[in-house]
């Protein structure tokens, strides 16, 4: 399977905790995004990388959110922290420049 | 910032019949028009895009058209069938803005056997 791999698929955690996910492109896909989709809405933009360089960053994204592309090639998204209100699905999309976005399958959390 | 607004929330139609969800987007700006397709606990999956310089698509079953001047653009599923039943989201996107995508709050598909 070449799509875009979301790891861990689930994690629960108590608040307080810290948490990091990670995502592995499409391999030749040199933009990365990060989106944040709660119950019964939209994804919302996080933010987006260009290989290694992290171009935006949204309002959404707290002190307490941090997101890497070392390499230009996986993306890691820590959350330190957590507090309930980062349950949530987090999701990754790669995509070639100004070329559609395939997402992952997700990562869900819950912050207990 | 881009706003998308997105209708029916819900739509539940009968095996065979047609299925229409209509999307606005607020920046005259936005170059780039997505529909995804959720099932149940995955992501999004690509379904069918346009872009601004087409006024209308069609890939089998599904088609999608834009109306830049009314900022409103319309997902067509003909010949539903069960496996059409899922959430899809709109989108918008502006190549300036790095591509990042505004979503439509979504419509929850049933397709009645």
């Known amino acids: 399977d070449t799509g875009v791999s979301q790891d861990p698929r689930h994690k629960i955690t108590k608040r307080g905790q810290n948490v990091t996910f990670r995502c592995d492109p499409i391999s030749e896909h040199n933009r990365l995004y990060w989106y944040r989709q709660t119950l019964g809405q939209g994804p919302e933009f996080l933010t987006y990388f260009q290989n290694e360089a992290q171009l935006e960053k949204s309002r959404l994204l707290s002190d307490r959110f941090s997101a890497e592309r070392p390499k230009g090639s996986f993306s890691t998204l820590e959350i330190q922290r957590t507090e309930q209100g980062d349950s949530a699905m987090y999701l990754c999309?790669?995509?070639?420049?100004?070329?559609?976005?395939?997402f992952g399958q997700g990562t869900r959390l819950t912050v207990v | 910032g881009e706003n998308v607004e997105q209708h029916p929330s819900t739509l539940s139609v009968q095996e065979g019949d047609s299925a229409v969800i209509k999307c606005t987007y607020s920046d005259s700006a936005s170059n780039y028009f997505p529909w995804y397709k959720q099932e149940l606990g995955k992501g999004p999956q690509l379904i069918i895009d346009i872009r601004s310089n087409v006024g209308e698509k069609k890939d089998q079953r599904i088609a999608v058209t834009l109306n830049k001047t009314a900022k409103h653009f319309s997902l067509h599923i003909t010949e539903t069938q069960p496996e059409d039943s899922a959430v899809y989201f709109c989108?918008?996107?502006?190549?300036?803005?790095?591509?990042?995508?505004?979503f439509g709050g979504g419509t929850r598909v049933l397709v009645k056997p």
């Open positions: 999309a790669s995509s070639l420049v100004n070329r559609p976005a395939f």
């Open positions: 989108a918008a996107t502006l190549k300036a803005a790095g591509n990042k995508l505004t």
